[in-house]
């Protein structure tokens, strides 16, 4: 059974930060590139960060650039979302998102989890 489980969300004051884990477990996670989304109450899930499978290619959102790292360690099977200076638009549900290099339609995605920028 293939699982991505995320964690790390909670509650941060402006110019905090949060580091989110992206788990998986029931595949071959080097196969897969992994990106977050986030969906903030009312809007659309946007891309915030992805990273290759392999690791060496990462891109981001622009609101998210020099302030958010997205990192793999495959050893472990586990994606990281590093959050500095958070902003109260970095509100909402971040979701971890694999997607195989080669079968595009082998697609996996975790529930989410909460994460609020408020003072």
């Known amino acids: 059974q293939v699982q991505l489980v995320e964690s790390g969300g909670g509650l941060v004051q402006p110019g905090g930060s949060l580091r989110l884990s992206c788990a998986a477990s029931?595949?071959?996670?080097?196969?897969?590139?992994v990106s977050w989304y986030r969906q903030a109450p009312g809007k659309e899930r946007e891309l915030v960060a992805n990273?290759?499978?392999?690791?060496?290619?990462?891109n981001y959102e622009d609101s998210v650039k020099g302030r958010f790292t997205i990192s793999r360690d495959d050893a472990r099977n586990v994606v990281a979302l590093q959050m500095n200076s958070l902003k109260s638009e970095d509100t909402g549900v971040y979701y971890c998102e694999g997607r195989h290099v080669n079968y595009f339609m082998i697609e996996y995605w975790g529930r989410g989890t909460q994460v609020t920028v408020s003072s």
């Open positions: 029931g595949l071959v996670f080097s196969a897969f590139d």
């Open positions: 990273i290759t499978s392999r690791g060496n290619s990462a």
